[in-house]
């Protein structure tokens, strides 16, 4: 590939799999820890949602750039089962992360709880997406 390539794959290593996920997990358990029902929203709360939309735009970029400068057997498996998932569970895990914090959240009929069980349904999401993406 080139330097180009070099470059993008540098962002998406540093930036999508070492600081935005150190930063969204801490803010996670920070959310989790300090949520009041019926409280208003902090500004973490409404910073949250925006840095997994960003962890997700980082990772359909690179998916994006990798389609375009690959070919053959390299692009067939980008867009092949099981890979194609990551970019899909990328996009829900970023929708899941704003009904999470916000009023629309499936699971606020659990009260306390609804915040940790929202939450943990984004982890598992974000550990599969992970595995995903590692073992293709």
């Known amino acids: 590939m080139g330097p180009v390539f070099s470059v993008v794959f540098q962002i998406h290593s540093i930036v999508g799999e070492m600081i935005l996920p150190l930063v969204i997990v801490a803010m996670a358990i920070y959310l989790v820890v300090t949520y009041r029902p019926n409280a208003p929203r902090s500004p973490l709360t409404r910073v949250f949602p ?3 939309d960003l962890q997700a735009g980082l990772g359909i970029i690179f998916w994006i750039f990798l389609l375009f400068n690959t070919s053959g057997a390299a692009q067939a498996r980008y867009l092949s089962f099981p890979f194609i998932l990551h ?3 990328g996009i829900l895990a970023a929708g899941l992360a ?3 914090v916000g009023g629309r959240n499936p699971l606020r009929g659990l009260g306390r709880w609804a915040p940790l069980a929202s939450l943990s349904v984004l982890l598992v999401l974000v550990v599969s997406n992970v595995l995903i993406g590692v073992r293709t």
Do not use: D
Request: hydrophobic content about 80%; aromatic content about 0%; charged content about 0%.
């Open 87 to 89: 970019p899909l569970i």
């Open 50 to 52: 925006v840095l997994v």
């Open 98 to 100: 704003h009904m999470a």
